[in-house]
């Protein structure tokens, strides 16, 4: 990045661990400033060039903080906009033991929550932040999971069903704001080695073409792709990032 450029801003919501840290790395790196969303507050043992100025402590399943947190985002940005934003943020319930919970045992009020975190609060960031990012005709990247389009043996139903709709919405924003001048798009990984993977990984990893897990990097240099100019006419589409399990 030259002087007389000006730098990047991304906005990263699930930047704790796993994706989001790698996330973090790969932006930081090529000069982007990052303001991550994360439940907890800034960590002291940060693994990257940050400070407390650059994140906010946000609980996405409300939608009053969320709300919240629209505004103070406003009040960080340059005037040049919003370059990104990455929806990365999610949960997913499990039952006793960490068994996977089904449509029929799912409490409503984990319904509700899985959806506030998963789904409506992209959609509540990417339409409070709209001037933001028209003004640097920025890109939305909403990550899903490969659990949005087929039965997963571990992820449950409301998780599942909240990343199906995390996946449809790219679609849906892409052709109402491709004329305003940015771009929606969605990456579904399968199975990436993080912290949160299952007992019995294996063998799912074991039917996979490529036969190994993919990892947190190999998703966060989709999601540079998809919000830099090599990926200027990409819209509304689904990059899947999982050794073609989904095949």
């Known amino acids: 990045m030259t002087s007389n450029q000006q730098r990047k801003t991304m906005l990263l919501t699930g930047a704790s661990r796993g994706i989001g840290h790698a996330t973090v790395k790969r932006f930081s790196s090529a000069g982007w400033r990052v303001i991550t969303c994360s439940r907890q507050p800034f960590p002291e043992e940060c693994p990257w060039m940050a400070g407390p100025e650059d994140h906010l402590q946000i609980d996405l399943s409300d939608p009053d903080d969320t709300r919240r947190a629209i505004d103070e985002v406003r009040e960080r940005l340059p005037a040049s906009g919003l370059d990104a934003l990455v929806n990365n943020a999610a949960i997913s319930p499990k039952g ?24 409506f609060a992209s959609a509540m960031l990417a339409r409070g932040l709209l001037k933001e990012l028209e003004a640097a ?6 990550v899903t999971s490969i659990a949005g389009s087929r039965v997963h043996p571990f992820a449950g139903a409301a998780y599942a069903t909240s990343k199906a709709a995390l996946a449809a919405l790219p679609r849906e924003m892409a052709s109402e704001l491709g004329p305003r ?46 919000c830099t100019e090599q990926s200027s006419y990409v819209n509304g589409a689904e990059i899947h990032i999982n ?4 095949v």
């Open 181 to 226: 001048g940015f771009r929606v798009n969605a990456i579904p990984p399968g199975e990436i080695d993080t912290a949160i993977l299952s007992p019995g990984t294996e063998k799912i990893v074991a039917q996979i073409p490529m036969r190994r897990l993919g990892t947190p990097e190999e998703v966060a240099k989709a999601i540079y792709f998809l």
């Open 137 to 142: 005709k920025g890109s939305i990247v909403n």
């Open 243 to 246: 050794g073609g399990q989904h």
């Open 96 to 119: 006793p033991g960490g068994a996977r919970v089904g449509a029929l045992d799912t409490p409503l009020a984990d319904w509700l929550k899985v959806f506030h975190v998963n789904f």
